[in-house]
């Protein structure tokens, strides 16, 4: 497999205070591929947040053998396999026990988690979106986390009213867009002076339209459908952490997960499904255009947008383009989207990984099947003579660090 000296995860949901997995729970708990179980049978029904451990694997344990074919499965197996010298063809209800001990005396020493992005991973700076303490400080010479904002409701819930959810922040009950306006400001300030590097964001299955204030306010007047009164809290919402961070000059990110979007009557984590509507891209590309100051950093989870936004990303100055995510971790489809991108796209303009992980095993899961991919590409590419050997090594350092180094403003 490809070397890599150092990896930038910019985008996961860790919390350096809590870092690991800590349990075998924790690991094939993961969602996606809890949602795989789901999906062959196994009742959601039946959980809860208080269910013991042993409960729980006795509901799981004869599901995982189902989904052992889906990439889920794979990088679960590989974390067990290199980190821990287990595999999940050993787990059953005799076996467990064993697995049990053999992770918890890895966290006898609290710096095993920290261990396993440095020396398994290879990390060296990670984004989490997830809140942790301002005083909190890394653990001598091993990795460093950049904070980002992920505190924005844009309403991709259509249950359930973003207008509800702000009456309760703002703390009053008839709000005006000159009070939502204010509380998106406040918001961002306050981020920025935490030192966020980025602002996540996600509209989900709504295209962006510019909402001006008398519009926002008449909506909220006279609306009862929950969706027009999301897609337009929503929008106003971006328009306004844009507007803020380019009237400041701040050199904040501006993250965006397109490609995906959630449906009614969700009832387990992962049930998010790819959009399919291309007018959505076409938004976001006049919003670019409209904001040419602002760095958008652009994470698709869809194979069937992945090739239309690659044309944007290529075409304009202020877009880049990270990793793969949800709908495209699979490695066919990353494999196809890196071949696509080193094609198509200054490398630059890309990076090749980002975990998504809430525990630091799954940051080594993906960027295992990551740096598989990767290589598969660069040997094909190769092979063909489109590349020669020499140049691989810097065109990696490019996608695991560099790129990420350039677009994000960091040293």
Known sequence: MINIEKVYDVHTH???????AEKLRNIIGYHFLFSEMLTV????????????????FSLVLDYLPKIKNTSSYWMANKI???????????????????????IAKKYKDPLWPWEILKKYCKTEILFTSTPYSESFKEPKDTVRFKRVCEKFNFGIDINK???EYL??????ENITSTDIKNYVRNVVKESLNQSVVSFMCWLGRYPYRNITDEELDHTIKISKDIEIINSTIGCYQFKNILEYLKETNSKA??????GAHTTSGVNWPGRIFEIVNSDIIFSYQKLFMAFPEIKFNILVSSSLR???IDNLVRLLPNVTISGTWLHTMFPNQIIKIISDRLEFIPVGKITAFFSDAYNAEWVYGKLVLVKKCVEIVLEEKIKQGWMKKKDTKPLI???????????????
């Open 41 to 56: 049978g196994l009742s959601f029904e039946k959980f809860s947040h208080d269910i013991s451990d042993k409960e729980w």
């Open 161 to 163: 009213s973003v207008l």
């Open 167 to 172: 009456k309760s922040k703002i703390e009053k």
């Open 14 to 20: 860790l919390n350096p205070e809590y870092l690991g």
């Open 306 to 308: 992945s090739r239309e």
């Open 253 to 258: 990110v501006v993250q965006m997960i397109i």
């Open 397 to 411: 350092e490019e996608l695991f660090w560099k790129s990420s180094k350039n677009i994000f403003n960091l040293e």
């Open 80 to 102: 067990l396999e290199d980190i821990y010298e287990l595999t999940l063809d050993e787990l059953n209800s005799k076996t467990l026990e064993k697995f049990e001990e053999k």
